[in-house]
């Protein structure tokens, strides 16, 4: 019988109980919650609290709370939400400053504990928060990625659906780009069971529709006051469970491009097939000129922000 799979989750805030959650739920493996030390108990009660819940409702996942991370060697998976949340006001690139230093501590205990792990980050600034993690600890490109388009996808997906009058689960969405306001939704990739969203949808509904995708995180946060949980958490399960039963999934990701869409040692947000070799190809979309000149306005903003990344020390 082959041994349950082990999945550490780095941040045991609203995002890593929701992550803890659902992978007990689906029974992708044990569960290793982890916090700084000052919140370790704080971990082991949610832990604890979550164990309990199995009982009720018949999973047998082990969850563990902790603040040391030997206890998260050896997974086969590491989910990083480490770091601090958008306030209302903040955009996501305001954070480089708070989260680089617990984003470079969070990369040199991996590369310690967990050197095997497929990593999923979702720290904000994404994409610059997951080029710096595999800068630090030198990790293949292909076991390392952010999760953004999932979420930005759903996103997108969900406001169509409403504005057509039908399911979601008939959309097919694709968000390229980096995970911030210069986010690219490919509506010649967009379609309700596939029928293109262009030919049910007016141009300024769509229009309207897309700049609502592109603040989707900042709307949450501005009626929270914290950054959305629920979404993200599943965004990233879905990833993982990609992986763990290599389900060879096409999701777009935030990938690390060599020369993918003319891009090179950058972190942007591109279909991909996620399977047991982690991330085993980016696909590439054959893109409109107009496409094509939002994709190097999104890259132009990721880069900004990665070279401010790049110069902290």
Known sequence: MSKRKKIALIG??????????????????????????????????????????GAILGYDASITGTGDWADCAGADVLIITAGIPRKPGQSRDDLVATNLPIIRNVADNAKQHCPGAFVIVISNPLDAMVYEFKRRTGFAGNKVVGMAGVLDSARFSLFLAREVGCSVKDVRAMVLGGHGDDMVPVLSACTVNGIGVSSLIAKDKLDAIIART????????????????YAPASSAVAMAEAYLLDQKRILPAAAYLEGEYGYSDLYMGVPVVIGDGGVEKIIQLDLSEDEKAMLKKSAGSVQSVVNVVKAAV
């Open 214 to 229: 592109r603040g989707g995180g900042g709307e949450i946060v501005k009626l929270m006051g914290t950054s959305a949980f």
């Open 12 to 53: 045991a805030g609203n995002i890593g109980g929701e992550l803890a959650a659902l992978i007990a739920k689906k029974q992708l493996g044990d569960v290793v919650l982890f916090d700084i030390p000052q919140k370790s108990d704080y971990a082991k009660g949610k832990a604890l609290d979550l164990e309990q819940n």
